[in-house]
């Protein structure tokens, strides 16, 4: 059993679906992120099966996963967008997004990114500050349109997840003070060249737990029943993504688990006919993929074994920036009689924080392959091309048939478009 349950051993092979990955390594080369489709299938089916029935919008919070397979596959399904760039709009409307289910996230949107999603009709901006209020009023009057917004409240929550991927504490950079929200709202609702359509709140990421969204929740509800006696109706209630995944013993939160208190809450204030709408990325595509990776050269200090592989912190930076664990598989298991040591597993690349994982019981040697497991999410959206390293394939795996989603990139493509003097 691995973390996820579409990378499965089969006769001691580790297969996406029904896949090898050895295959693949053999076909596309390493390193090399493997998705299964059926992964995305299921996950997006625990979020409509939690919201049947119920006026629940799901918007992928696309940051986390933008392939554009990936993107399609959840636009059949139905699914909307959470976006936080201009960037992210031209990727889903290349994949023909509905814009009435697009939500435009982000604490720093430009005028021309207001301007496109303006132009593209998408459902709101979820608005972080007054000065970004007073840009979006403008932008949109000048255009002769009228801007749907929902602001983002911080309600001071703490979502008890890493420090890095906690937003909703009055520290972070993110969302309006709550307590300031009654007089922005009536700022926003005087604006000719705004609507105020929903109320928004995003507490982090990688929540495990369903307290810290309940506490925010009861937040938002006092200020909607505030709102109201201001004459401000909201149509929608945003809250954020964060839903965490397994990657190593978790007990989960499921969406149903979720949206069961979310509206046993609601139907106590009188308020279920508010459309909910959920921004999860993470628990839609974290585990629907891996990052292949071969051995290159097994070294032996006095102070640690180091396995050095082909991949590297600008394939896969969640290690590095946030000391975050990925389990790491052998994709073929070991004879029984081979000797396992404490491995250290790292990239190439020259900085010291370049590592996958520390301090794993394996039995290795050279050219063998790994598998970096729950690698679908904020993992190839965060690669970069650090040391000139072109960023690894993307294989989509459906069933027993295999596509490339975005080949390897070539050498040549990272410096064509760089000049001289
Ligand atoms: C505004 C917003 N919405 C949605 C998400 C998606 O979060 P997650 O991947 O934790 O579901 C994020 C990232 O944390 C975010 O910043
Ligand atoms: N990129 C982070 C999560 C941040 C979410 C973006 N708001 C991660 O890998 O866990």
Known sequence: MTVSPHFNFKQGVLHAEGVPLTLLADEFGTPLYVYSRQALNDAWQSYADAAAGRNVLVCFGMKANSNLAVLNEFRKLGAGFDIVSGGELARVMAVGADPAKIVFSGVGKQAWEMRAALDAGVKCFNVESEPELERLAQVAAEMGKVAPVSLRVNPDVDAQTHPYISTGLKENKFGIAIQDAPAVYARASAMPSLKVVGLDCHIGSQITQVSPYLDALDKLLVLVRTLQSQGIAIEHLDLGGGIGIRYTDETLLSPSALLNQVYARLHQEQLSDLQIVLEPGRSLV????????????????????????????????????????????PVQQPAESAQAQTYDVVGPICESGDWLAKARTLALKQGDLLAIMSAGAYAFTMASQYNTRPRPAEVMVDGTAFHVVRPREALADLFASERTL
């Open 286 to 329: 974290g585990n629907a993929g891996v990052l292949l990776t071969r051995v290159e050269y097994l070294k032996h200090t006095e102070a640690r074994n180091f396995a050095i592989v082909d991949a590297a912190m600008n394939d896969l930076l969640r290690p590095t920036l946030y000391d975050a664990w990925h389990d790491v598989e």
